[in-house]
């Protein structure tokens, strides 16, 4: 291998590095993180929110063709949320707008993230999983507003 | 290496290459279509298919399978089936040919029916637990094992060469051709378990429930080093003809056989990447299949390196001056060289979709894009883009020297991959930033996010979806030129009126050639690539079946009762 093939292929390889080291550091120092396995919850049918501190809620959430439910969370500004998602039925997606939360929702299996919501307004989630011939309709929202005493859910299983 | 070399191909084996590539050309047609109408779809221009009926989602089906997984198996089967007695100086064993060839077409066709009827309708990943016709899960398993049959068959041809010629390198093409057929034979094990232990007996009703984890698992195991069955072929074409048409040599034989094997190593132990987002799957894991990623995008680093020095080598050959002058001086709009547009814009796509895939594989920052419009932006930037280009050309080249046949209207073959380039670049552009807007991929959001009667309206993703269908036009124009071509040649005259095709390839010579003894057998390559499969999937697969519970009944995707 000539000189030059030998250099691109130092660089590429240092550039890879360095890529790696970014996410290296979201995770370790920004604490940056993908879903991982949840062990400790048991299976859940039907969608619960309830707080767990002075601005902290848990949210279990069931998607099932072609709803979220719930479809609709009203919180204050400043609530963070341990969110579980499970499927009822076939796969479906969830991920808030402009918040870092992507989860898919799968059929015997429990899938979580923390979100904090510290900005007023409306975040859309909308189904990211081919779900049927309905899935396009398949969509809820936080609203996160100032001077809310009690927390909302509309949408909600039977 | 011979100047201008040519074969004879017999009769049977011209036959046979004839139709694996103008039936595939006549399903990619179709697929193509399909693809069109999603960007109209998309839009909100049409709520059901002029001509083919149906929704968003039984289009999309077809789209993603006709393109994405028929034609580019097809293609690969037909440039093995080519390149491989070429290089060789051996012939096929006609059999065993036809057989591959009749099981892929039969599988294609049954498969293709199926979704066309409506009773298929869950796209080209075919997630359980919606449920497709068992007809779908036995076509697709027919043209997979098809194509094992064909590179069966070109097993002893190698080992018989390999025992004449004793001390001498395998040609590049060979090695890139069984590089991918090597990948593409581990993968498809996972995804024939799948199939064949899953799917079929749950969607024939011998079993009631499935595990929907373990199944998309081993879908993933199958779906990112499919990605590389079909990059790898348009790089036997990068390595082996770009050089040459251009007017010069390949830059470094070595570096070809070192991102060949490099690739039988990293192709497979990544699918987890796909399942960033999943629950049930450790995150440690998630990252040890991320860096493997990393590890894999290495040897498209080189390439990048090696064809852009091949390429820097013919243009000053031809009298380019300068650092960059060059550049200029290649056969970008010479009628004559119609091959090279094919190649020179796929790789020039190629630098976005490689950054692309670098981003997706990026762990935390998958969460931003998993599943959105970008996802399809980027890969309509890599199968779509590189790959698509060299298969098209790489399938006009290869029936004009089957056939016999001169190519016909050589401006709109030379034009027709430009066109198309710019509608990519449009189209992906818009799929992306929408995509980074929040924009979900497989959505038909013309019946709600971009419909301004709806509650879901949102006016920040219709100048996108515009673009996506201004970008998707000039693409379908694009490929209509190609066709025109493509069909004017299968159907003119005969240049010759002998029984079997005479065969020449553009292989280019090494400026570079290296001994590279330690790069000539796939053996020690294939086991270590066996080692790191295990070391990173047996986690994730104990992950899977220790966090899941219950099973899934089969599901149609037009009911939220299950089927049974």
């Known amino acids: ?158 | 290496m011979m100047e201008n070399y040519s074969f004879r191909f017999s009769k049977s084996s011209k036959n046979l290459n004839s139709v694996l590539l103008i039936i595939p050309m006549v399903l990619l047609f179709i697929g193509v279509y399909g693809g069109f109408m999603q960007t109209l779809f998309r839009a909100g221009i049409i709520q059901s298919d002029p001509f083919v009926g149906g929704d968003y989602y039984k289009g999309l089906t077809f789209h993603g399978v006709l393109n994405a997984i028929v034609f580019t198996t097809f293609f690969a089967v037909a440039l093995g089936n080519a390149l491989i007695p070429y290089s060789l100086k051996k012939h096929l064993n006609s059999k065993i040919a036809w057989t591959s060839g009749i099981l892929m077409l039969v599988g294609s066709v049954l498969a293709a029916i199926v979704i066309l009827i409506g009773e298929a309708t869950v796209l080209y990943t075919f997630y359980p637990p919606l449920k497709a016709h068992p007809l779908f899960y036995i076509g697709l398993t027919l043209l997979v094992v098809g194509s094992w049959v064909a590179s069966y068959n070109w097993v002893p041809m190698y080992l018989e060469w390999r025992k004449e010629n004793k001390g001498e390198k395998t040609p590049l093409a060979v090695v890139g051709m069984f590089t991918t057929f090597i990948i593409w034979f581990i993968a498809s094990l996972a995804v024939a378990v799948e199939i064949l232990f899953m799917l079929l007996p749950w969607s024939l009703g011998l079993v009631d429930e499935i595990n929907v984890m373990l199944a998309r698992t081993l879908f993933w195991f199958f779906g990112h080093p499919l990605v590389y069955f079909w990059l790898l072929p348009a790089y036997v074409m990068y390595y082996s003809f770009m050089p040459k048409i251009a007017g010069g040599k390949l830059y470094s034989d070595m570096a070809g056989r070192l991102v060949f094997m490099m690739f039988i190593l990293f192709s497979i132990p990544v699918g987890t990447h796909h399942q960033y987002m999943d629950p049930a799957i450790g995150s440690q894991w998630k990252l040890l299949h991320g860096i493997f990623t990393f590890a894999v995008a290495l040897p498209s680093l080189i390439t990048a390196f090696t064809l852009a020095a091949s390429l820097e080598h013919a243009g000053r050959k031809r009298g380019g001056k300068g650092l960059f002058g060059w550049m200029w001086k290649l056969p970008y709009f010479d009628k004559e060289k119609w091959f090279f547009p094919y190649l020179i814009l796929g790789l020039i796509i190629f630098i976005f979709g490689g950054i692309g895939g670098i981003i997706n594989a990026s762990y935390q920052m998958n969460t931003v894009i998993h599943n959105t419009a970008w996802v399809p932006g980027h890969f309509h930037l890599t199968v779509a883009g590189p790959v698509l280009l060299a298969f098209l050309g790489g399938s006009l080249y290869l029936i004009g020297q089957f056939m016999n046949k001169g190519i016909k209207f050589k401006g709109w073959a030379m034009i027709s991959p430009y066109v198309y380039t710019i509608g990519l670049f449009i189209m992906s552009y818009g799929l992306k930033i929408g995509g980074l807007k929040g924009m979900p991929r497989r959505t038909n959001t013309g019946a709600s996010y971009a419909n301004p009667d709806s509650i879901l309206y949102q006016p920040d993703w219709i100048f996108y979806i515009d673009l996506s269908v201004i970008g998707g036009s000039i693409m379908f124009v694009g490929i209509i030129m190609y066709l025109v071509s493509f069909f004017g040649t299968v159907f003119a005259k005969s240049e010759s009126s002998e029984e079997g095709a005479l065969v020449t390839f553009p292989i280019s010579e090494p400026l570079h050639d290296e001994p590279s003894t330690w790069l000539r057998n796939f053996k020690p390559f294939i086991i270590i690539a066996i080692i790191l499969i295990v070391l990173s999937y047996a986690p994730v697969i104990y992950d899977v079946i220790q966090n899941t519970y219950g099973g899934s009944l089969p599901y149609s995707p037009n009911s939220p009762v299950p089927l049974r």
């Open chain 1, 1 to 158: 291998m000539d000189k030059s093939e030998k250099l691109a292929l130092t660089l590429s390889g240092m550039l890879l590095v360095i890529f790696f080291g970014a996410i290296m550091y979201a995770s370790v120092a920004q604490n940056i993180e993908v879903p991982t396995c949840i062990t400790d919850m048991e299976p859940f049918a039907t969608d619960t929110l309830f707080q767990t501190g002075p601005d902290t809620y848990e949210l279990q959430m069931v998607s099932r063709m072609w709803a979220f439910q719930p479809s609709t969370v009203r919180l204050p500004v400043g609530s963070t949320v341990d969110l579980y998602v499970t499927s009822q039925d076939i796969i479906h997606g969830f991920k808030i707008d402009r918040k870092n939360v992507n989860l898919m929702a799968i059929p015997g299996a429990i899938n979580y993230m923390r979100v904090t919501f510290n900005e007023p307004g409306e975040y859309l989630y909308a189904c990211h999983e081919f779900c049927g011939a309905a899935h396009h309709t398949m969509a809820g929202r936080f609203i996160i507003e100032e001077g809310i005493d009690e927390p909302e859910v509309e949408g909600d299983a039977l």
